[in-house]
């Protein structure tokens, strides 16, 4: 966290990365269908293997079922101690550190830690081998994921933008910004929700979380429903609350009509999920101190205020 | 009315029970499906009645601070609005009758029912 | 109960032509279009906010006779028409879905 000019800005993102070592599987980082010996492969057989593929390491497996493992280590004592048309058995390491699939990558992590070894076989829940993960598989995974995650993140409208100077006041106490996407009934909801948490933490009187919140949803529904997306833009002044939304279109040919309590545009699909009566401008004209809305076919702005304080200022 | 009573005189299955399930008293009644049309209202302390098993509705309840929300027609909540109101402490109740059915119980309970 | 009982209670009929006084036999609340044409009874009165021509359509389906529009819903005229045209008479009422199905209850026990 960090305060800029008494602004608050929260920044979550590093709780993204936490999370994908803990979400992400073995079974999604390792190098599945590895190259193997058998136990009665020659150890020359396996130095092959490993020379062909540039692999430092092989696991043994005895039919389905892991056998033990094999490492340049064990190659060089062959050519030191024996014959290179030894059997693989005679050199293997057989207390093999494994995982299993299903683990979290966490898991791999703390074993690149805790042990020796480079690499690790996995196995699937018969035991059998399925891959083999080295520190720069878990490496890649962990960034892919992190890609896929923060662009998520990003869907999921919690990103802070840089504000538009235009918009903040001097004495602006919490300014926040959302992106909201057009058709998206799953996070539909979900910016009021953080708006009311943010107002409740702050003490401000029911009455008053009441109305920015039937403000907040409607919009935000708004810009669900009839819009191409958009931006909800909140500040918490001193004395009173401003919403703002900004869409990219596409428009609000009748402008009067759409002020009318009961006049929807919304299409039986959507009336389906609830939404469509009608009653969200004026709804949201209802319970504001200052209402403004502008509209043409490149998108649709409203503003709007609700002032703090006063008994006066709240029922119309 | 309290949620015992509506429990005790509807058939009905209790989905979720909300923080305040014992103590609430529930004094209005919100009967239908589109969620904005109940944030026109400004009665205090009711509960909805719909057929809509969206995350929605629980937001509706929670902007509302509504005291708890009855599926109709043995509707059950899609995963993520049982998760939501689990999580925002909103009880949530299905009962196998319709709306209309539904109203008249409560009716009756209230007082507007003979 | 009978659709004229319907103007007793104090609701305002929008609805022109003249038709049959049915019988009602049922009430159904609701505003979801889906849910109404696949459960609400047929004879019945539809008590919703869905104040659309859409619901005509649907009344025609299920066999319903009578729309009573809450809240004070206004009421296009295409959804009149369309009424008028299918023998559905429309309602009006400033009471809230809870209040008018309580209502029509006691007046289809009395």
Not at chain 1, 48 to 72: Q, W, Y
Not at chain 1, 265 to 278: K, P
Not at chain 2, 70 to 92: V, W
Request: a negative charge; one cysteine or more.
């Amino acid at each position: 966290m960090g305060s800029v000019n008494n602004l608050l800005f929260v920044n979550d993102s590093h709780e993204v990365i936490l999370e994908s070592i803990y979400t992400v599987r073995v079974k999604e980082a390792m190098n599945a269908n590895p190259m193997r010996v058998s136990p009665d492969d020659t150890m020359r057989t396996a130095k092959n293997i490993m020379k062909e593929n540039g692999l430092s390491g092989l696991p043994v497996v005895d039919g389905n079922r892991l056998a033990g493992i094999l490492s340049l280590y064990d190659i060089m004592a062959c050519y030191d101690n024996g014959s290179m048309d030894d059997k693989v058995s005679k050199y293997m390491s057989r207390d093999v550190i494994l995982l299993e699939e299903e683990m979290p990558i966490s898991f791999a992590i703390n074993y690149f830690n805790k042990f020796k070894f480079r690499r690790f076989p996995v196995i699937n829940k018969n035991k059998e081998l399925t891959g083999m993960i080295t520190a720069r598989d878990l490496t890649a995974a962990m960034l892919n994921n992190i890609n896929k995650q923060l662009q998520k993140y990003d869907k999921l409208n919690m990103r802070l933008s840089d504000p538009d100077p235009a918009d903040i006041r001097s004495d602006t106490v919490i300014y926040r910004q959302f992106i909201v996407h057009k058709y998206d009934f799953e996070n539909a909801g979900k910016v009021t929700s953080e708006i009311k948490k943010i107002l409740k933490e702050r003490g401000i009187k029911q009455s008053i979380i009441r109305r920015v919140s039937i403000a907040a949803y409607e919009l935000e529904i708004n810009l669900v429903v009839h819009s191409d997306g958009g931006v909800l833009i909140f500040q918490l002044l001193p004395d009173a609350i401003m919403i703002k939304t900004q869409d990219k279109g596409p428009g609000i040919p009748d402008l009067e009509k759409a002020l009318t309590d009961g006049f929807s545009t919304a299409s039986e699909w959507i009336r389906s999920q609830g939404f469509g009566a009608g009653m969200g401008l004026p709804n949201v004209k209802r319970v504001s101190n200052d209402f403004q809305i502008s509209s043409d076919v490149t998108g649709t702005e409203v503003k709007i205020k609700i002032n703090l304080g006063n008994e006066e200022d709240e029922s119309k | 009315m309290t949620f015992k009573e509506i429990v005790e005189h509807i058939s009905c299955e209790i989905i979720n029970k909300g923080n305040d399930f014992d103590t609430a008293v529930i004094e209005n009644v919100s009967a239908g499906d589109m969620m904005s049309e109940v944030l026109v209202g400004d009665e205090d302390n009711r509960i909805l009645v719909t057929a809509l098993t969206t995350d929605q509705v629980v937001r509706t309840a929670d902007i509302v601070e509504a005291r708890g929300v009855i599926l109709i027609n043995g509707k059950r909540p899609q995963t993520s609005m049982k998760t939501l109101a689990e999580e925002s402490g909103l009880t949530l109740i299905s009962t196998k009758n319709n709306m209309f059915t539904t109203c008249i119980e409560l009716g009756k309970l209230i007082g507007k029912c003979k | 109960m009978k659709v004229s009982d319907l103007e007793a209670l104090g609701y305002t009929r929008e609805t022109k032509k003249e038709m049959e006084d049915f019988e009602i036999k049922a009430g159904y609340t609701g505003d979801l279009l889906s849910d109404v044409m696949a459960n609400a009874p047929s004879d019945s009165i539809l008590i919703t906010i869905q104040a659309h021509k859409n619901t005509i359509a649907v009344a025609t389906l299920a066999g319903i006779r009578a729309i009573l529009v809450c809240n004070k819903r206004a009421i296009p005229s295409d959804m009149i028409e369309a009424a008028d045209g299918n023998d559905v008479a429309i309602f009006k009422t400033a009471e809230s879905q809870f209040e008018a199905s309580a209502k029509v209850a006691n007046k289809m026990m009395a």
